[in-house]
Structures are given as C-alpha cells and as structure tokens.
C-alpha cells in the first residue's frame, strides 16, 4: 500500500510516521520493509536523530494479522524474522532514536518502541506484550536489558497491560511532561532542534552506543 510510512528530513533530523490509522499502524509486511529502508537509509544522509511516531489513535498495534490463517509457514516465519532485523537496525543505528509513543501499543510495537534510545509515551499509554501466548518473543535481550532481567520475565510472562507511568517505572519511557495540546502526539508538532536539545539533555549519545548484541 502507497503512503504506509511518511519519511520527512529537516536538517539532522529524520522522522518516520506509521500512516495505517484504520489499523492502528499494525505491522504489514510492505511497512516493515519500508521502516527497515528508511531506517538503512538515515545511516547515510547525516542523520543524528530518528524520530518514530504514528498517525491515529494508537502509535503502532503490532504484527498484522491480516490474512493470518492463509499465510504459510514459511511466509510467517520470514515476516517474524524482518521485524526482527527492523528492530535490530533500530536498536543498533549510528544516530539517537526516539519514540514517540501513544494510544494502545502491542506486541512488536511495544518492541520497537523498547529498540529506541529515547522512549517518551503520552499520558494515558498503554502497553501489552502477549508474545508467549502465541509462542513467540521478540527481543527479549533489550528488554531485559532495559528494565530488568526479572520484571522483563513477568510483563512477557504475564502479558499484563501497563501504562504510561508504569512504563516509566519499568524504565521503557523517558520521563518528560507533555503539554495538555500534545499529548495525543507526544510532542508531535515540536521543532527538530528541540528534540535534538532533548536528547542531549537527556545524555542520549548522537553517536553508536554499546548495547547487547540483540
């Protein structure tokens, strides 16, 4: 589908928008190959920080599961592994990462969401992680590495919903009060240079960082 992802630059800084809001930006397979290009491509333009929103109610509701039952094994598994390889790119990119999180956030959402090196979530977030009901989880090493090896054993295990506050407890958000006019977008209509101030504020490295391997 045209237009699944909104890519803009200004100056050093590139912003990538989820724009599947009839489905709550869930994951199709065509987005996920276009997050994975921008994502390479950002490597290559001067960009020092990457900006990760959504259009809509929810920033980003998961895999899609649109057509579900007629896939076969072979087409799931590959789409597993591309959302595993978008991730990795994200978690390991040259330049900063942000999130901008909002609405109900599932599953490989809430992943890409953790995958950032800045994570801001608007009041009234909420995040659930239902992977091992279906028998299979993403990026369990930085999400131990993020908030804890045992409280990253009980949200997977439990696939409990938590919110925005929790999340910042968790240490999965940064912690920053929105303004009442944008905390549907979290911050979505700031400037460029005042999220790459923010960053720097909040000792995001605009350079590589040392991270796990996954």
Same mark, same amino acid.
């Given at each position: 589908m045209d237009n699944e992802l909104l890519r803009s630059h200004d100056g050093h800084v590139t912003r990538l928008t989820l724009n599947r809001p009839t489905k @709550? /930006? @869930?994951? !199709? @397979?065509s987005l996920v190959e276009a997050l994975i290009n921008a994502v390479e491509y950002a490597g290559t333009d001067g960009t020092r920080l990457l900006i990760l929103d959504g259009n %809509? /109610?929810?920033f980003c509701a998961g895999f899609d599961f649109t057509g579900y039952a007629e896939a076969s094994e072979g087409d799931l598994v590959l789409r597993f592994v591309r959302i595993e390889h978008l991730l990795q790119r994200i978690y390991h990119a040259p330049y900063a990462t942000l999130a901008l999180a909002h609405g109900k956030i599932f599953g490989a959402g809430a992943d890409i969401v953790c995958a950032c090196s800045s994570r801001v979530a608007a009041p009234g977030t909420t995040f659930r992680m239902p992977g091992l009901r279906? %028998?299979?989880v993403l990026g369990t090493r930085r999400l131990a590495h993020r908030i804890g090896a045992d409280a990253a054993r009980d949200v997977l295990a439990t696939s409990?919903?938590?919110d925005a506050a929790a999340a910042l407890k968790l240490g999965r958000s940064a912690s920053l009060r929105l303004? !009442? !006019?944008?905390r549907r977008g979290a911050g979505s209509s700031w400037s460029p240079g005042t999220w790459l101030r923010?960053?720097?504020? !909040? %000792?995001t490295s605009m350079q590589r960082a040392s991270r796990p391997t996954n």
């Open positions: @709550a /930006n @869930a994951l !199709s @397979a %809509g /109610n929810h279906f %028998g299979l409990r919903t938590f303004p !009442s !006019s944008r923010m960053c720097r504020c !909040s %000792g």
